[in-house]
T-cell receptor
């Protein structure tokens, strides 16, 4: 079965640089969630989109922005990167109109800020 | 304030034994309680989930027990195997809101 695709899988950036993470949800899934997971931590919700509109916002820094496109893929844009942004970034997708909030996670993007 | 409290933080179980991980929540609006399994460097994988209208759900060796009045739910892994060694996260959500995760339990199954 098709899964959530994330790219790139690994990314190394310098402080103050920008980064763009991409997420391709499972086909027919119309909702995308972004989570950040630090080492040894639980995933923390950043932002979500339903039908290309922002639906919820969590602890996302103002330096980050995201959007969902007409084909339902989503991009997380991160600017003025800081050392503390180093983490695993996961995208999850769901099909909420099924009545269940089953979220399926992608393999993640490991961001390292030097 | 952690909305979902998970325990224990780490767990060592003998092969063939039962692994039990517990979670408690406060928000009575939560209506969906999944468990995720995560291996190092990988994404969380949905293992099993329950809605509050049932008290137990079993899928293979994995069982969720749910106590609505106590606002607690637990994961039982029967006949634990070394391949089950991973970090397990409980989570909760209300409607289609984002998941709120517990802090995770690192399970080690030893032969």
């Amino acid at each position: 079965a098709a899964g959530v695709i994330q790219s790139p899988r690994h990314l190394i950036k310098e402080k103050r640089e920008t980064a763009t993470l991409k997420c391709y949800p499972i086909p027919r899934h119309d909702t995308v969630y972004w989570y950040q997971q630090g080492p040894g931590q639980d995933p923390q919700f950043l932002i979500s989109f339903y039908e290309k509109m922002q639906s919820d916002k969590g602890s996302i820094p103002d330096r980050f922005s995201a959007q969902q496109f007409s084909d339902y893929h989503s991009e997380l844009n991160m600017s003025s990167l800081e050392l503390g942004d180093s983490a695993l970034y996961f995208c999850a997708s769901s099909f909420p109109t099924s009545g269940y909030n089953e979220q399926f996670f992608g393999p993640g993007t490991r961001l390292t800020v030097l | 304030q952690q909305q979902v409290k998970q325990s224990p933080q780490s767990l060592i179980v003998q092969k063939g034994g039962i692994s039990i991980i517990n979670c408690a929540y406060e928000n009575t609006a939560f209506d969906y309680f999944p468990w995720y399994q995560q291996f190092p460097g990988k994404g969380p994988a949905l293992l099993i989930a329950i809605r509050p209208d049932v008290s137990e759900k079993k899928e293979g060796r994995f069982t969720i027990s749910f106590n609505k009045s106590a606002k607690q739910f637990s994961l039982h892994i029967m006949d634990s195997q070394p391949g089950d060694s991973a970090t397990y996260f409980c989570a909760a959500s209300a409607g289609n809101t984002p998941l709120v995760f517990g802090k995770g339990t690192r399970l080690s199954v030893i032969a």
